[in-house]
């Protein structure tokens, strides 16, 4: 039974926190520094190892020397903090990886160990990094993010300088993966793990897209089907069926005087017939009569305009529960669907990315953004019978697209930034 009260830490663990620090601490620091030595080489050297010994700008290599040493500091205190409290999970093992590629580019300039931290083995002597059973397909949530992937090839399959060379014509890193490569291809398990890793690939593509469809169908199905088979006609019924005296005061003011606007347009229309084609002119009762029957047309259609918004109400309602239910009934799949969208994103290239980021800021927050939303607000006060409040519109849009763009601005500050920089450069760029 899981007690309710935290768990207090022994005092040896207490006395080990005061003097090597906190793990989880040091290793967030030691991946800030890894992510802002990792943003400079994106920035400055198109992702490739920062000559610090030869480097000119003085500000910049003592940022990156700053860095660096913060970064070796506190991987050694997550290496002694850390040793004896069992394996990283797996948010730290993500970080760990990435600080450990950045660390080994510059081990070397550094006169240090290329690995401070151990990865972790199993009882085999195998790494924990070991391919997963298909059968736990959910599992693959908890791998490495592929932004994070891709910064861990970056950094450790360049070697740091073009052609995976040190200074002085040592070889770099590339040598090692040559070596890994060979030993991967001669692995008597390596193409069994090849496709299982497609057929977990596939289950979660599978999935994704099937939790995909049932969260778009589902909802639109609800909706049709329940307004016109079970709403509509009770409206209907509730307002008397055919027998009912149809009448324009229920409308709103808007379609009131969009139907008022019709008939005097019909009335316009077969004057101009009089006076244009030479046409006979119509006897008061039956230019009267004609304008009754117009009237009524307009009124009926309107009132069935009245019924649908109506109706639209209460099948927006199902649709809203249809889709919770979705939600919940499926809750398992909901990782399985971040990852299979997360696998589509991060697999798009930077130019692809920034594209994107531009497009939706451009429709949603940018400078042509209010005529959309007073289109999409108008059409969504029309779909449930509303009269469309054009100062209400305004104050909106005066707020929400305001609000929507300082959060976009602060994600890219604060985020993309550590998940992609070259994309947030790639960005800069374009919107220059």
């Known amino acids: 039974m899981t007690s309710i009260f935290p768990k207090r830490k022994s005092p040896l663990g207490q006395l080990k926190n005061q ?12 991946y800030e ?14 992702g490739y190892r920062i000559p610090v010994e030869s480097l000119q700008n003085d500000q ?16 050694e205190e997550f290496n002694a903090s850390n040793s004896g409290s069992g394996k990283p999970n797996s948010n730290q093992l993500e970080k760990l990886i990435f600080a450990e590629g950045i660390f080994a580019n510059y081990a070397v300039a550094l006169n240090q160990p290329s690995a401070l931290v151990p990865l972790p083995q199993d009882n085999q002597g195998q790494s924990s990094l070991s391919t997963p059973n298909i059968a736990d397909v959910p599992s693959t949530t908890n791998r490495a993010n592929p932004a994070q992937q891709k910064r861990k090839s970056g950094s450790s399959s360049t070697g740091g300088l073009p052609g995976g ?7 770099g890193s590339s040598v090692s993966n040559a070596f890994s490569r060979i030993k991967q291809d001669l692995n008597p398990k ?46 209907d019924q509730y307002r008397g069926g055919d027998e009912a005296v149809i009448t324009i005061d229920k409308l709103n003011s808007e379609w009131k005087e969009e139907a008022l606007s019709e008939l005097n347009a019909f009335e316009e229309e077969l004057k101009m017939d009089h006076l244009l084609r030479g046409v006979p002119p119509m006897a008061p009762e039956i230019m009267e009569e004609k ?15 009245r019924i649908n918004a109506i109706s639209n109400v209460f099948a927006d309602l199902v649709a ?10 499926r809750r398992k799949d909901i990782n399985v669907l971040k990852s299979f969208i997360d696998k589509i994103v991060y697999g798009l290239s930077d130019s692809a990315k920034a594209f994107g980021i531009i497009l939706f800021t451009d429709m949603f927050v940018g400078f042509h953004s209010p005529h959309g939303w007073e289109v999409l ?31 976009m601005k602060y994600w890219i500050f604060k985020y993309l930034s550590q998940l992609s920089a070259s994309t947030v450069a790639t960005l800069k760029e374009m919107n220059e």
């Open 19 to 30: 003097f090597f620090g906190n793990a989880e601490q040091s290793l967030k620091e030691a």
């Open 165 to 171: 060379a040190f200074p002085g014509g040592l070889p």
């Open 320 to 329: 809203l529960f249809a889709f919770a239910a979705v939600l919940i009934m």
């Open 291 to 305: 304008v009754q029957e117009k009237a009524n047309e307009i009124a009926e259609e309107f009132d069935n305009k």
């Open 377 to 407: 607000l108008e059409g969504l006060a029309n779909h449930l019978g509303i009269a469309a409040s054009h100062s209400g519109i305004s104050l909106f849009i005066a707020t929400v697209p305001v609000f929507m763009d300082t959060m």
């Open 60 to 75: 910049l290599q003592e940022e990156v020397l700053e860095n660096l040493a913060i970064l070796q500091r506190r991987l």
């Open 190 to 235: 390596s193409e069994q793990e090849v496709v299982d890793e497609f057929r977990r690939s596939r289950q979660v593509t599978v999935i994704g897209v099937r939790l995909l469809a049932l969260l778009i169908i589902v909802p639109i199905l609800s909706q049709q089907l329940s307004k016109h088979f079970l709403f509509a006609p009770i409206v």
């Open 33 to 46: 520094a890894a992510s802002k030595i990792k943003s400079i080489e994106n920035h400055y050297f198109s």
